[in-house]
């Protein structure tokens, strides 16, 4: 294969072993920044979990909070499924994506520890191994964690936008 000019710019065919070499070099680049974002999913998974908490202990003793309180506009029921829909999606969004993030946490450095370890040790690449196992442990634990406060808010913030709708409806859609 020749090569193809572009005024200054040559463009050469590139071989399958320059473009692995590419690829992996690429894919080794993700892991610091996919090992990041699986510490804020841990992050704000554990903050979710405090506020679940809290808000289960003031259910239990018999004040549940009020989540679903629209302060810009009238109460209308799209309003208050849209302030629910806005308080779950963090929690969706970290239950789906965490195990992913877990995932290319393993799968990234799997590959160089695996060539490495048939051709004798390297306790570098063995080490990051570790690593990213306890990477994506941490991933799943976080995304079991919010599935489980995003399955139980969701019933919760249900129930009170039910309750509330049937106020309004009695009352004739008066506001709160």
Not at 41 to 66: D, N, W
Not at 165 to 173: V, Y
């Amino acid at each position: 294969m020749q090569s193809v000019s572009l005024g200054r710019f040559a463009l050469r065919p590139v071989s399958h072993v320059e473009l692995e070499a590419v690829l992996v070099e690429l894919s080794q680049a993700l892991w610091w920044p996919v090992v990041g974002l699986i510490a804020l999913v841990v992050g704000y998974t554990l903050v979710k979990l405090g506020g679940f908490l809290t808000e289960a202990l003031m259910r239990s003793a018999g004040s549940p909070k009020r989540a679903l309180l629209v302060k810009d506009g009238p109460e209308t029921p799209e309003a208050m499924e849209l302030l629910m829909v806005k308080e779950l999606e963090g929690l969706r969004i970290c239950s789906r994506v965490g195990p992913m993030l877990g995932l290319i946490a393993t799968m990234v450095p799997l590959g160089p520890a695996l060539s490495t370890a048939t051709g004798g040790t390297d306790g570098d690449s063995l080490a990051r191994l570790g690593g990213s196992f306890a990477s994506v442990i941490l991933a799943l634990t976080a995304a079991s964690i919010a599935f489980a406060v995003h399955t139980v808010r969701r019933r919760w913030l249900l129930e009170e936008l039910s309750i509330r709708l049937a106020s309004k409806s009695k009352s004739g859609g008066s506001h709160d």
